[in-house]
């Protein structure tokens, strides 16, 4: 057998930290985080998640980079060494199925986004009188078959991002949408505040209510977010830190990272609650907020196709940007472990991850009724992979990290000094993650 490959690396830093931040932003910025903060008042909800952005997003963006970084390899070889008697690798292969379950749903609800800018290109939805935008994505979703052609176009693409490989793939697709997408989401935006009657959205997003920081629940709301808006815990930026040079500072990035996906959150919540209220309709819609409740604005705002083509590019090249890393983590460890080549991997990777959509796809139809705790198959898998596993794999890189690397070579590898903000990021990783992690475990095995 041939020698294999010397491994892939990014062309740029720059090109790195767009491909992160392609990683971090997409459907938990747009589609989860406009209707989770809708659900849990808006202001407060805001304020609780930066803190747990920094709290904890931060310090485990660095540490998830940092493992991949130091290691040079994928989930598994990463966490397991040379040594593979140990259980370590074990906490490889749950991040490597971690994101291939995780990508399986998320490319049924991309699939929606694809549906919904093809649907707006040609003028379908257009006809509809207001109400009557319900029963559009109920029809939708129940069909027995446009769901999976939706599906099957976003695995594709994804699939064929992959097959281009880190540098001529992820990074050079990455490199022309991020500045698109910040420049659609910013333009949104700033139609959305020339509405009349926009300042109520703002005052909603902006202006802490306090009395919600009494329910328990908005805080676990508020963790389950930044991990997965983040997208901590399920080896894609353990992945991509793997690809980066030797001089690449993580520290910054992570940083940029972390700035660049808590901006687009905002300014996205920006472009989606003033329009939901200068036309009257619920902010705690749920799910349906961008599909329903959208729709039904843009069917009155002035300009609204064009509002809308606008929005479901965003929301789905976002979606794919995350699919592509998330895809990229179980291709990588079979790459190494079954030295295939990358195409013959992403080809057979894409199809289990297809197939495994399939039940998350027909949930609404065909399939209605079937799931857990009363949720439907798609919400049962998104409830166990972003609140369970997602924690469960952060829990994992801060144990890691924060106890069994030796600190300076975990600083080493970070790009930090042995001062004040080399001790926090300890600190927070040894003491602080796993302790809030542990409570967002037990809260939710109690709700
Ligand atoms: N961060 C992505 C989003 O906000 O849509 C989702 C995600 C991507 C989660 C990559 C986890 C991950 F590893």
């Not at 008697?85 to 998320?106: D, E, H, K, Q, T």
């Not at 200068?278 to 799910?287: E, H, I, K, R, W």
């Not at 039904?296 to 479901?312: D, K, S, T």
């Amino acid at each position: 057998m041939s020698e294999p490959a010397a491994r892939e690396q990014w062309k740029s830093g720059a090109g790195f930290v767009l491909a992160t931040i392609g990683c971090a932003a997409g459907l938990g910025n747009i589609w989860r985080f406009s209707y989770v903060a809708g659900e849990n008042g808006g202001g407060a909800f805001l304020l609780i998640y930066v803190v747990c952005v920094l709290l904890l997003g931060l310090p485990l963006m660095l540490a998830e980079l940092s493992i991949g970084r130091r290691a040079q390899s994928d989930v598994v070889e990463s966490f397991g060494g040379a040594d593979k008697r140990r259980c370590w690798p074990l906490a490889g292969w749950l991040m490597a199925i971690a994101s291939f379950v995780l990508l399986s749903y998320y490319a049924v609800i991309a699939g929606w986004a694809y549906k919904y800018f093809a649907a707006y290109l040609i003028g379908a939805p257009s006809g509809l009188a207001s109400g009557e935008f319900s029963a559009y994505f109920a029809a939708f979703v129940a069909d027995p078959v446009e769901p999976l052609v939706w599906q099957f176009l976003v695995v594709a693409s994804t699939v064929a991002v992959i097959i281009g490989g880190v540098k001529r793939g992820i990074e050079a697709v990455n490199r022309v949408l991020m500045p698109l997408l910040g420049a659609i989401v910013v333009l949104l935006a700033a139609y959305a505040l020339s509405l009349e009657g926009a300042g109520a959205g703002i005052a909603f997003l902006f202006r802490p209510d306090w009395s919600a920081l009494a329910h328990p629940s908005v805080y676990l709301a508020a963790l389950g977010q930044a991990f997965f808006s983040l997208g901590i815990g399920a080896g894609a930026l353990l992945t991509y830190g793997s690809y980066t040079a030797a001089g690449q500072k993580l520290a910054p990035a992570a940083l940029g990272v972390v700035a660049g996906d808590t901006m687009f959150a905002v300014i996205a919540g920006i472009a989606i609650f003033p329009a939901v209220f200068a036309f009257g309709l619920d902010p705690a819609q749920g799910p349906t907020l961008a599909f329903v409740t959208l729709p039904e604005v843009f069917n009155v705002l002035p300009a609204g196709r064009f509002f809308a083509v606008a929005f479901f590019v965003l929301l789905g090249l976002g979606a794919l940007t995350s699919a592509v890393s998330l895809l990229e983590v179980p291709c990588a460890v079979l790459m190494r472990e079954l030295r295939w080549t990358r195409q013959k991997t992403a080809l057979l990777t894409g199809a289990g991850v297809f197939a495994l959509g399939v039940p998350s796809a027909l949930g609404f139809g065909v399939l209605q009724g079937i799931g857990i705790l009363g949720l439907g198959i798609l919400e049962s898998i998104d409830r166990i992979a972003s609140s369970v596993i997602l924690p469960v794999g952060g829990l994992l890189i801060a144990v890691f990290v924060g106890w069994k690397w030796p600190y300076t070579d975990a600083l080493r590898t970070a790009g930090l000094e042995a001062g004040v903000v080399g001790y926090l990021w300890r600190l927070l990783l040894r003491y602080v993650a796993p302790c809030l992690i542990v409570f967002i475990l037990v809260g939710l095995a109690t709700a």
